[in-house]
């Protein structure tokens, strides 16, 4: 018989709500050992042969995913692979740039990615240092490999806003990406270039419009991406503004999902980089 997490607090656990478990009640308790496979050893109050039964039901109905919390990131992992499982390796290099290498008769695909490489090899992702990615990254570089198509770049740039099937995901692009890169360098132009340099970008000049500075970046080599930034002025009430411009083959590359994480990727590069990032 499975336990819910009522089934729990009413017939199993204490219901002292004495806070040793380390949860503030007895029914918070439950919901973490139902949902998030929390060890019912935890309840100080349960005997140990209470403790082994419970925990024999639960077992069942965790191999089953009866009312387990689900990992977001390993589902869309699972579905990315899946996806990507059916695409030949040797499409890669023509349809996505980068280069594809026999390694002991196994293909692995050199992808360069901002100013790193990845190494993929049977869809195992790693840098050219051998890290692992998280995740959520991995989902996006698989995503890439299987929707990636054989159109360059074109050079004609547009908003995400001009993208099709955007309006769902445009308060994601502008707080999640745009309105971070222009706090953090309000006032800081000399910052935002070090930054941009630092991830591959190239000052650009030809597609800058009245922006005060702009950078073209090559997160994939298909997929360019430009930023551009006007400075605050205080002196005429305008805030820091920024916004990133997509060549128009993005989506024959990347799904929507995956132009808002592009973006974040981005943002966070630049705001937050890390040490030892790609």
Not at 103 to 116: C, E, I, K, N, S
Not at 230 to 256: N, P, Q, S
Request: one cysteine or more.
């Amino acid at each position: 018989m499975a336990l819910s997490v009522v089934d729990l607090y009413r017939d199993i656990l204490p219901k002292t709500n004495c806070g040793e478990c380390g949860h503030p009640t007895c029914i918070a308790f439950a919901g973490q050992v139902v949902a998030d496979g929390l060890s019912l050893s935890e309840c100080p109050y349960l005997s140990s042969e209470t403790v082994e039964r419970c925990s024999i039901e639960l077992e069942e109905q965790y191999a089953k995913g009866k009312w387990t919390r689900r990992d977001m990131a390993e589902d869309a992992l699972a579905w990315a692979r899946e996806r990507a499982s059916s695409m030949d390796p040797a499409t890669f290099q023509a349809r996505l740039g980068g280069e594809l290498v026999m390694d002991r008769d196994v293909p692995v695909f050199h992808l360069p990615y901002f100013t790193d490489t990845l190494l993929i090899r049977e869809l195992a992702i790693t840098t050219r240092e051998g890290l692992a990615l998280t995740r959520w990254e991995q989902v996006f570089i698989l995503n890439h490999l299987a929707q990636g198509g054989t159109r360059r770049p074109t050079g004609r740039w547009k908003g995400f806003i001009e993208l099709p099937n955007t309006t769902s995901k445009i308060k994601n692009m502008v707080d999640s990406v745009e309105e971070p890169i222009a706090r953090a360098f309000s006032d800081n132009l000399l910052l935002l270039k070090e930054r941009a340099l630092d991830q591959g970008g190239t000052v650009e000049t030809e597609n800058a419009g009245s922006a005060d500075i702009a950078f073209l970046f090559s997160p994939f080599p298909r997929v360019p991406v430009i930023l551009l930034f006007w400075d605050a002025d205080m002196e005429e009430g305008f805030e820091a503004k920024a916004k990133l411009m997509f060549d128009e083959t993005v989506t024959d590359h990347l799904d929507i999902e995956s132009v808002v994480f592009l973006g974040e990727e981005l943002a966070s590069r630049l705001v937050e980089p890390k040490p030892q990032q790609l």
